[in-house]
């Protein structure tokens, strides 16, 4: 993989002070497992962009989610640097994939830009154990494909502990792991790949941040939603609020921030599509909250859960196809280690999922105080930005209420019965609907995975005045804390 040397000049922190330095890991020599396929288009071949080989452990799904994945990186612009690049990303079907994107020159009609896409898969629990950080199989990536190549093996890596740190203060990888490690995605307009400033950052994020963060360090497009993007051109590249508006610093920023960083020679506006994010946080904070503040008018209620719903209907008989149980297993123990539930695990050939889907519904639960219908009437009616964020909290943190438990001769129900009411029971009954209308329904493996996505944070979880003064959103603040993000 590219290895670009950076420069850059001197730009202040993002915040009041620099991030705090990712605590030291002791961790042993690691033994990963991984499968791996290639994917793109090739002169050898006349198949267009297609799989050219794969391990034997791919799953079919992995394949579908890793093409859509490359399909998504976008095409290179006239003019665009014809170099490599990296990507890592948590597929929607369950495996992290490591992915080196690798010029091939000519594709099968004799047309410039063709690319190679060697993806490795792995468990998210192996690649935590290996620290998140998928610079550490960099090497491990191809970029030399022939007609040879007809299949790939499962491989597997010892891997030591990667170095930890956070990068000097007042640099560009400092703002970017101040961004990131917020909850904020950053997006670089840069005229080569990052990936020298990339592995720098995520050598100084938290390893929970990493755990959860996506990259690319050149890409064409970020329909991916990368966590941190580097593109040839930020026009034209779908950036959603999470990025905040790239085309402008935000009100009131100080005049330091109009600076460009440089990167390798390219000006980087962090000002706009990284800085920005950050500094948004500070003017988030700054803010004087409208909603009201007399001590009578905001009480913190604790409420009481409202009377369960009745669970849906038990199915009959069990319609799933064969090993469901076990791929449900697995997604199950997927499941629990990413959000911390511990004696989770997907053991033997016919595993106990209704014992892993109970387990997992007694432990992971919200037991706090709730928002009382009245205070939250109050932040709807509010202006304040906070207030917004609050009711969002809110809504997240319900579907973890204890007022689901699961239903009398639970052990009783089918498979697919048994994941539908645990999916009911976080209020996440919709996991099971199609992804498109008149589609399919998701089979219950593929209900799990989605249910996981839809437990996982995806809003901005940081401190605000408002939980400085009220004791339910800072018991909020704690519990969604804990939670994995999207």
């Known amino acids: 993989m590219t290895d670009d040397h950076q420069g850059t000049t ?35 071949r006349d198949q267009g962009y297609e799989v050219l080989a794969q391990s034997p452990g791919c799953r079919p799904e992995w394949l579908a989610d890793f093409r859509a994945a490359c399909q998504k990186l976008g095409e290179r612009p006239a003019g ?5 690049g990296l990507f890592a990303l948590r597929l929607p079907s369950g495996p992290w994939a490591v992915v080196g994107v690798s010029p091939q020159g000519c594709d099968d009609r004799g047309r410039p830009g063709a690319l190679a896409f060697h993806g490795l898969f792995l468990s998210p629990r192996d690649y935590r154990r290996a620290g998140a950080d998928p610079f550490t199989l960099a090497p491990l990536l191809r970029s030399d494909w022939s007609a040879e190549t007809r299949e790939l093996p499962a491989g597997s890596l010892t891997v030591e502990a ?16 101040a961004a990131i490690t917020r909850g904020r995605r950053v997006a670089l307009e840069s005229p080569t790949p990052i990936d020298d400033l990339a592995r720098q950052v995520w050598r100084g994020l938290p390893e929970r941040v990493r755990a959860r963060a996506s990259v690319a360090t050149w890409a064409f497009g970020n329909a991916n939603r990368f966590d941190l993007l580097a593109v040839p051109r930020l026009a034209g590249v779908a ?73 849906p209907a038990p199915r009959d008989g069990n319609d799933e196809a064969p090993g469901e149980n076990q791929r449900v297993a697995e997604a199950l123990a997927t499941l629990a280690d990413r959000f911390g539930v511990k004696g989770v695990a997907a053991n033997g050939s016919e595993p106990d999922t209704a014992r892993m889907m ?57 498979l697919r ?5 645990f999916a009911w029971s976080f209020h996440c009954e919709a996991t099971f609907d199609p992804v ?33 003064r009220h004791q339910t959103l800072a018991s909020y603040l704690t519990f969604l804390g804990r939670l994995p993000r999207r």
Request: negative net charge; glycine residues 6%; proline residues 13%.
């Open 10 to 44: 001197d730009v202040r922190n993002v915040a009041d002070t620099p991030p705090a330095p990712a605590p030291p890991v002791d961790r042993p020599p690691t033994v990963l497992h991984f499968e791996q396929a290639v994917y793109g288009s090739f002169a050898f």
């Open 80 to 84: 665009a640097t014809d170099a490599p």
């Open 162 to 177: 990667a170095p930890e740190g956070s990068p000097a203060p007042e640099t560009p990888a400092a703002a970017v792991v």
């Open 239 to 311: 950036l959603d609020a999470s990025y905040v508006d790239p085309q402008a610093p935000p009100v009131g920023a100080p005049a330091w921030l109009s600076r460009a960083l440089v990167v390798a020679g390219a000006t980087v506006f962090l000002g706009a599509a990284a800085v920005g994010l950050a500094l948004r946080d500070e003017e988030d904070r700054e803010e004087t909250s409208e909603v009201p503040t007399n001590p009578a008018a905001v009480r913190v209620e604790t409420v009481s859960a409202p009377p369960a719903l009745p669970p």
């Open 358 to 414: 109970e387990r997992i519904a007694r432990e992971l639960r919200y037991r706090g105080p709730l928002l009382s219908d009245a205070e939250r009437e109050r932040l709807r009616n509010s202006p304040d930005r906070d207030a917004a964020l609050a009711l969002r909290w809110d809504a997240l943190v319900r579907r973890f209420a204890d007022d689901r438990p699961l239903p009398d001769g639970f052990r009783r129900r089918s």
């Open 417 to 421: 019965g048994r994941v539908e009411a």
């Open 436 to 468: 498109e209308p008149g589609g399919p329904r998701r089979a219950a493996s593929e209900a799990v995975q989605a249910l996981g996505e839809a437990l996982a944070v995806d809003v901005s979880v940081r401190p605000t005045l408002l939980t400085g």
